[in-house]
Each structure stands twice: as C-alpha cells, then as structure tokens.
C-alpha cells in the first residue's frame, strides 16, 4: 500500500486567503513579473502549441497569454483529493505552464510525474515556483525573535526549492534537458509591517498544516521589526525583502531531441586540448 505523502499546505486555507486577497484588492507585482518573463520565454521557444494547460496559477494573466500561444487551451486547478492526482488524461498536451502555484503543493515529485505523463512526445513543461532564499530576511528575524522570546520555533514560512533540487526533481520525473535557473528580486519597504501587508494581499500568509493556532505576541511581532530594521535595513533606513523565483523547464522525451555523448565516446581528451591550445597560443 503506497503511504500518502505528508499534507504541509492546508489547501483549502490556501484557497480561501487568495479568494480574500483577490476580493480586498491583491497585491499582484511579482505575478505581474513572473507573467511577462514566462511570456518571453514561451516567445523564444520556436514551437506551435495545440493543447495548452495552465497549472494551478492564481489570476487571469496566464491564461490571457496561453489563448495567444497555443490553439487551445485550460487552466487546471490542485485537485482536493489527498493525492493530488491531476485532472489530465496521458499524453493529452504539448505545453504546460504554471505561474506561483507548486510552491503550494504537498508532493511537488508525484505532481511533475503527472505532468511529464500528461505531455506528449517533445511537450514542454516551463514553471517558476518561489523558492531559493525567497524572505530570508523575515525568516531570519522571526527566528531570533522567537528563540529569545518564546523559548522556540513556530513552523512559519513554506519550505524553499532550491536550485539543485529543482533540476534533480525534473530529472526524477523523467524531463529530458531539463533547465533551471533563478530571478532574485529585490523589494523595499518602510518597514515589515509593509511587507507583512503584502504578504496578505498575495495570500501569502502562513498556511502550514503544523502552524502554531495562537495569536503572534505583539512582544514578539515587535522584537521581529525591530531585528528586520536593525540587520536589513539600507543606508535610508528603509528594509529589504527577498524573492526567488525558480524557473523549471524541461520537454517530454523524444527520439528527435538532442542526447548527450555518451561517456568515452570523446575523439580527443581534455589533456589534448589544452596541449593544442598553448601551441597554437
């Protein structure tokens, strides 16, 4: 019997931040950014898409830019089931975006192993996730704030994809020439509170399943701005927050794809280029 993987997010928490975000007003500047860069990268591939899908993005900016790219296409929200298991019949697309949304969900493996069998032959997968070092400022000064004030930790902020695993995890799910790379953007505040008003008008705000369920202490909150201006603060006095949006891209296998040398296979070694270079120099 296959075990369930660990429920992280409280999805339906999720779900109903956004809804109160988008309703108040939602703070969509780094959407925005993320939705003009996927566009650009989407222009560069020389490919007509058919069938498109968009994956669990938040607002209309992708599916506007998937009705110019591709002749058809969804958008394709995280089911509520506890597997997660992906409304998408085998081999059904040729693209598959998603914008801000996998770093929401409970078994990011399991989900781009359903993607990677959702596409066709040479189908392509481009994704960016927040991840990397992504407010490590806020994290940092929570962390002391809390170890010296309440005697512990609180599970606060989402866990982060870094790079490396970004690129191995599309590996596992059998991408071939997978891609990653990183956008950090910086954003300056006049203080955390700023920030922290973002954070809830992205619907951003703590929505882990083991988040503490007591009020924040205000001693607490306090101690928190204060480390945040004391150690990230500018010249101005005004702080620095950190995103990191990691781009995943990779295509379904195909006999046609470029394949890499296979080892040995090399008609000269390393040793003998660099002889031949210091003759020529």
Do not use: C
Not at 112 to 122: G, H, I, K, N, Y
Not at 193 to 217: H, I, Q, S, V
């Amino acid at each position: 019997m296959t075990s369930s993987p660990p429920k992280v997010f409280d999805l339906a928490l999720l779900k109903a931040r956004q809804a109160r975000a988008a309703q108040a007003g939602a703070e969509t500047f780094l959407f925005d950014r993320v939705v003009e860069d996927l566009g650009e990268r989407l222009h560069a591939v020389v490919r007509d898409f058919q069938n498109a899908a968009d994956l669990g993005s938040p607002g209309q900016g992708i599916a506007k830019l998937l009705a110019a790219s591709a002749k058809q296409s969804r958008h394709v929200d995280w089911p509520a089931g506890e597997h997660e298991a992906l409304p998408i019949a085998a081999q059904s697309l040729d693209l598959v975006v998603s914008a801000l949304a996998l770093q929401f969900v409970n078994d990011l493996p399991g989900v781009l192993a359903q993607v990677r069998r959702a596409l066709q032959p040479d189908g392509y997968f481009l994704a960016a996730t927040i991840g990397g070092d992504t407010l490590t400022e806020l994290r940092q000064s929570f962390t002391e704030a809390e170890v010296a004030l309440d005697g512990g930790l609180s599970p606060r902020v989402i866990p982060m994809l870094d790079l490396r695993d970004a690129g191995a995890l599309l590996q596992r799910a059998g991408f071939a020439l997978p891609v990653t790379d990183v956008d950090r953007i910086t954003v300056r505040y006049d203080n955390m509170f700023g920030l922290m008003r973002d954070l809830r008008r992205m619907g951003a705000t703590n929505m882990l399943t083991d988040r503490r369920r007591t009020p924040l202490r205000r001693a607490t909150l306090m101690r928190a701005a204060d480390i945040y201006a004391r150690r990230f603060a500018d010249s101005d006095g005004r702080i620095r927050a950190t995103f990191d949006v990691v781009w995943m891209a990779g295509w379904s296998p195909h006999e046609s794809q470029q394949k890499p040398l296979k080892p040995g296979s090399a008609k000269m070694s390393l040793e003998e280029a660099v002889k031949g270079m210091k003759k020529g120099k």
